[in-house]
């Protein structure tokens, strides 16, 4: 069964294979790698404190973290953040997310994102922000299949790799 549980010691072996798959590739929704593989009940209250806001990091928003899983197996992460500062407005928005390799392209994105945004109408906004790079065409597919509309595509410093950014946003009302 496929459901989307808060980060919890049940998954950590899983979710450690996870990311030793990801390697190089572009993780987005999960924080504090470098913690999870060396004290992970220590990531798991850092995640927790994230998201109530505590001993945050200045430019660091509060955030809540989900975890897509599939009988036991972690497939991929989404984080949601409950509010947005200058440059995320501009760059990072609202929601990342991200399949671990061996799980792509198997709608488990598109799934992950619709069961997400059912968490994200808790917090009472009536619309997020969703941004992607102007050639991630899985994530603009994504987006779309979950109400995305598209509003703008800019230039920013804020990315490093120096790709267009499509700004989307979908409606939660
Ligand atoms: C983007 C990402 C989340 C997609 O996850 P996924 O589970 O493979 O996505 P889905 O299976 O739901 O696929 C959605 C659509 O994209 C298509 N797609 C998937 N991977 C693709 C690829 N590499 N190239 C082109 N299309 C692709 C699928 O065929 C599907 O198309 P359809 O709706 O027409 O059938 C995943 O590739 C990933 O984690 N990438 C790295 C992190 C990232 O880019 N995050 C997004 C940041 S905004």
């Not at 671990?100 to 922000?129: D, E, F, N």
Request: one cysteine or more; a positive charge; aromatic letters at 10%.
């Amino acid at each position: 069964m496929l459901k989307l549980v808060k980060p919890s010691y049940k998954y950590r072996h899983s979710f450690l294979e996870a990311l030793d798959e990801y390697g190089s590739d572009h993780i987005s929704g999960i924080f504090h790698i470098d913690l999870a593989y060396t004290n992970f009940k220590k990531y798991l209250s850092c995640v927790r404190n994230q998201e109530r806001g505590i001993d945050l990091t200045r430019g660091i928003v509060p955030s809540s973290a989900f975890w897509l899983i599939d009988g036991d197996e972690f497939v991929g992460a989404v984080s949601f953040r409950h509010k947005l500062n200058k440059r995320l407005r501009e760059y990072g928005g609202h929601i990342g997310y991200s399949i671990r390799p061996s799980k792509r392209k198997k709608r488990y994105g598109t799934m992950m994102l619709a069961m997400a945004l059912t968490h994200v109408k808790k917090y009472g906004l009536k619309k997020i922000i969703i941004m992607c790079d102007y050639d991630n065409t899985a994530s603009q597919k994504i987006i779309k299949a979950n109400g995305g509309v598209l509003h703008d595509t800019i230039k920013t410093k804020s990315n490093s790799n120096k790709k267009l950014i499509m700004h989307w946003w979908i409606d939660l009302v």
